[in-house]
Structure formats: C-alpha cells, structure tokens
C-alpha cells in the first residue's frame, strides 16, 4: 500500500481507535522545526525511536501491549514502551508489522510483544529505513492519559513514521507519541 492512500497521518492509531469505538484524536501537523526540544530531537530523525528512546533515558526499553490483533499477515498492536529502569512510560504508540516481510523467526519474537520492533530489527541485523512522515502536536485524551498514568502537559509530541526494507518494501507504520518531558 502506498503511504498516500493510507487513510490519514494518524493511521494505524486511528485505525485501531476506531475499532475500539474511540473519538478521534485532536492533534496539528507540524513542521519540524517547530517542534520544541527535546521533541525535536527525539522525533526529527531517520533511525529507529528505540535507539533514540533508550539513549535518552540511558535505560533499555520494553513493551506493555494494550491492545493488539493478528491476521498472519498484518500485526497490530497498541502500546506504552516503558523505560526497564524505572518503570516510567517513554511512549504510547501504535503500529501495524507487516509479517510477511520478515522472517518467521523475527514475526514470533514481535508477536512475543517484550521488545521493540526497532530493537528487534537492531537484534536480528535486519536492514531498513525510516521514514516519517509527518509530525504532531497532539491534544491528550482520556486513552492516552490512562495509557501514560497521568499526562502533565496540554499537548503532546509525536510522529507518523514508515519502516521500509532494503527493497523498499513496508515493514511498518508506527505512530509515536511521547509523554510530556
């Protein structure tokens, strides 16, 4: 599927909102440039946001699934990615795998739902780009303050982001909300 008949920057959050019957989120695209720090170095870049996430919180990352789904070929699944030194959330997020563009072995470590995808994509040496593709500024609601425990803050920042491998061929879509900082 091309990034262009997706059917809004907020997809597969959106999506799988929608499935669970939830309003839709408020939120503003950003440039780049107008996201304030640290957002903007955390957000505005071409890795993976584990590698990020984890140097910034000098602390491995893990996965809490809220909700997920499975179909063989595509993979949902909701999360918040908590910091394994302090608990604390890192990010709420959502993100439909493409499971036939991975080995097996790979699609049996992302369905045991503990690590990242970029930290397993790191792990297994499986090459790929990022590629966001755009960026928010988000209003939280109630799933997203249940999600993160509390929300201190009026906005949020986050990403709509595309993995691609080597071929070019999707792995990913991921949005990436991060908690106030």
Known sequence: MNTSTLPDILYPLS???????????RYENLNPEDLP????????????MTSRLEAYHESPLHVKTL???????????EVILNSTNSGKPTEYGAIEIQLSSLP??????????????????NEYRIPYSSSPRGFLKV??????????????SDYLYGRSNQI???NQETIARIVEILPAL
């Open 164 to 166: 691609s491998g080597f």
């Open 67 to 77: 909700n997920s789904s499975n179909d063989g070929k595509k993979y949902f699944r």
């Open 15 to 25: 999506f799988m909102r929608s499935a669970r019957g939830l309003p839709k989120l």
């Open 139 to 152: 209003t939280p609601d109630g799933p997203i303050i249940d999600a993160f425990g509390e929300v201190e």
């Open 37 to 48: 720090e640290p957002y903007q170095t955390l957000l505005f870049h071409e890795g993976d």
């Open 104 to 121: 097996d072995d790979v699609c049996e470590k992302i369905k045991e739902a503990r690590q990242p995808l970029g930290g397993i994509l």
